[in-house]
């Protein structure tokens, strides 16, 4: 009797591989930040703290505005982002996504301190870099599987998944996630000076659009123009659109947060990033946490 008990046992492990590492089975909202100045508010809304360490990665679980939550950073980028998120998934008991954190502006209608809520994110440098000819540049069928129109050598290319063979650009946000972000856009008072600097206009919470991530910290107007033309782009940074992806592939609802820091080289100046970065941080976190709150149980 002894063996087919330890055959089940194997068995359970082969095909939940995930739950078999669990380390808190409280159905939890992760809240994801990239690194430590964005996430200093929301670590400082978090009730009965619990912290896991994973690797090096610290997860906290505890309570937001009444609502269980598991807390972490992603670390910067893409690799990094996707690899924490999965992570989470595998160890806690993950029923919503929600990423917040600062972000470079786009939509030359956007200012510094907006919080962009984008309904679909890509990720803009999965890309062939063509061969230049002397007719232009050449980038085989084969290998270019995107209508997204080129800047210069670099061609944009749909993402392959398994349930996607034919390629994907474009990875959603959770539309009921984005209902409940309507909700509480007009009801948040977000910042409008950081220390002796104030900004021009007030800031605002914006809800639809598109997002891009990348591996790259964007300071170029000429490639800032071409993300605006090429995919809509109202901001760039560089993780929500690979913790997008590691959601669809787990069919949990993700969506994101992001306060403009600064305009990914569209000022008029050098970037002002470290200028807005703690404000941006802070009018992401505000809207967040007036997310969490208004989340049904």
Known sequence: MRLPALVLAFVALLVS??????????PRVAVISAFPPEIGALNAATQDQKTFDVQGVKFMTGQMEGKPVVVFLSGVSMVNAAMTTQM?????????????????????GLDIGDVVVADRWAQNLESAFARETDKGFEVS???????????????????????????????PSDPSLLETAKTVAASVAL????????????????IGGAGVSAPVFLDNAAYRKYLRSAFEARVVDMESAAVAHVALVNKTPFIAFRSLSDLAGGGAG????????????????TVVK???KALPN
């Not at 800047?151 to 390629?167: D, K, N, T």
């Not at 470290?274 to 941006?280: G, I, P, V, Y």
């Open 17 to 26: 591989p995930a739950l078999a590492q669990r380390l808190d089975e409280t």
């Open 88 to 108: 989470a998934l595998d160890r806690f008991n993950i029923t919503r996504i929600v990423f917040s954190g600062i972000a470079g502006g786009v939509d030359e």
């Open 141 to 171: 069928a084969s290998i270019r599987n995107s209508t997204l129109p080129n800047y210069g050598m670099i061609f944009p290319r749909a993402i392959i998944l398994p349930s996607a063979p034919e390629g994907r650009v474009w990875f």
């Open 191 to 206: 910042q409008r000076c950081a220390a002796d600097k104030c900004l021009v206009h007030p800031p605002k919470v914006v």
């Open 270 to 285: 050098a970037n002002e990033m470290h200028t807005f970065m703690a404000l941006a941080s802070d009018n992401s976190a």
């Open 290 to 292: 007036a997310f969490v």
